[in-house]
T-cell receptor, first 111, second 117 residues
């Protein structure tokens, strides 16, 4: 079946570096994509979303890029901080259906 | 309240026991979702409510799982005759928007961690 997945299960970076977390999706009919951050013992927290008719969206220290040609989504975190350490999920959605989550990438930031 | 509240935070059940998990969504949020998250995995959809109506229960893994939201606010997920494979974190999320409008910002609770022995 169609699903959303992430390329790498773990990513380790140094404090201050830029981080790039990738996600491949297979459902070309998805209307929007969302990145969530999940800290240990907590529920997922919304970071940023992007609609399928866009290819880039920027937030505070985060940028999401969408490449529909290769069905690829990425989350860029600028000047990564220890507080960014968490599991990051991409999720895809269509009007009328529930969000489908990928498996997650664990980001570890060392100072 | 400040956010989505779930109780209990942890639940240990003996195999065969019935459990009830509670979710208090953010006041005024129309949509309510239940997700199941196995260790090391992403959340998987279980069921969805719009006000008191359960519009989608396609993700419920068996007829042992039942969810309700009788007054369109608090929701309860009930699992009957629990099995070891039911062990997971059960997440509740609410949204102000009606599902289907796209890109709903879901607000998640911290979940109930269920362990079935």
């Amino acid at each position: 079946g169609e699903s959303v997945g992430l390329h790498l299960p773990t990513l380790s970076v140094q404090e201050g570096d830029n981080s790039i977390i990738n996600c491949a999706y297979s459902n070309s009919a998805s209307d929007y994509f969302i990145w969530y951050k999940q800290e240990s013992g907590k529920g997922p927290q919304f970071i940023i979303d992007i609609r399928s008719n866009m290819d880039k969206r920027q937030g505070q220290r985060v940028t999401v890029l969408l490449n529909k040609t290769v069905k690829h989504l990425s989350l860029q975190i600028a000047a990564t901080q220890p507080g960014d350490s968490a599991v990051y999920f991409c999720a895809e959605g269509q009007a009328g259906t529930a969000l489908i989550f990928g498996k997650g990438t664990t980001l570890s930031v060392s100072s | 309240g400040a956010g989505v509240s779930q109780s209990p935070r942890y639940k240990v059940a003996k195999r065969g026991q019935d459990v009830a998990l509670r979710c208090d969504p953010i006041s005024g949020h129309v949509s309510l979702f239940w997700y199941q998250q196995a260790l090391g995995q992403g959340p998987e959809f279980l069921t969805y409510f719009q006000n008191e109506a359960q519009l989608d229960k396609s993700g419920l893994p068996s007829d042992r799982f039942f969810a309700e939201r009788p007054e369109g606010s608090v929701s309860t997920l009930k699992i009957q005759r629990t099995q070891q494979e039911d062990s997971a974190v059960y997440l509740c999320a609410s949204s102000l928007a009606l599902s289907g409008t796209g890109a709903e910002k879901l607000f998640f609770g911290s979940g109930t961690q269920l362990s079935v022995l």
